[in-house]
């Protein structure tokens, strides 16, 4: 099983930016796909970014130009590095690895801690 170490989360004005990493151990980093999510209060989890073993990436509509996916197999670590953030975009942050198609239909069965972002206006 999958253990995941999300990081990264703050309190920010809208505007400023922030960096998130994923820590994931227990599965092969390098030949995994790795996605990011958020859950915003009273909201379903939604996913958000995902990025292959080849760096081929795919983002949601709405944080497309602003966040960017990236990844470092060297370090089994994964991040979400988030520009011009806005008041929508306050939610836990989690991270998760496996196939594409799980990563990108946010199907597991665990998930980690996350870490909350809260964007000010």
């Known amino acids: 099983q999958v253990q995941l170490v999300e990081s990264g989360g703050g309190l920010v004005q809208a505007g400023e930016s922030l960096r998130l990493s994923c820590v994931a151990s227990?599965?092969?980093?390098?030949?995994?796909?790795m996605g990011w999510y958020r859950q915003a209060p009273g909201k379903q989890r939604e996913f958000v970014a995902a990025?292959?073993?080849?760096?081929?990436?795919r983002y949601i509509d709405s944080v497309k130009g602003r966040f960017t996916i990236s990844r470092d197999n060297a370090k089994n670590t994964g991040y979400l590095q988030m520009n011009s953030l806005k008041p929508d975009d306050t939610a836990v942050y989690f991270c998760?690895?496996?196939?594409?198609?799980?990563?990108?239909?946010?199907?597991?069965?665990?998930w980690g801690q996350g870490t909350q972002v809260t964007v000010s206006s």
């Open positions: 998760n690895l496996g196939p594409w198609n799980s990563v990108v239909a946010g199907q597991f069965g665990s």
């Open positions: 990025i292959d073993p080849f760096r081929n990436t």
């Open positions: 227990g599965r092969e980093f390098r030949v995994n796909a």
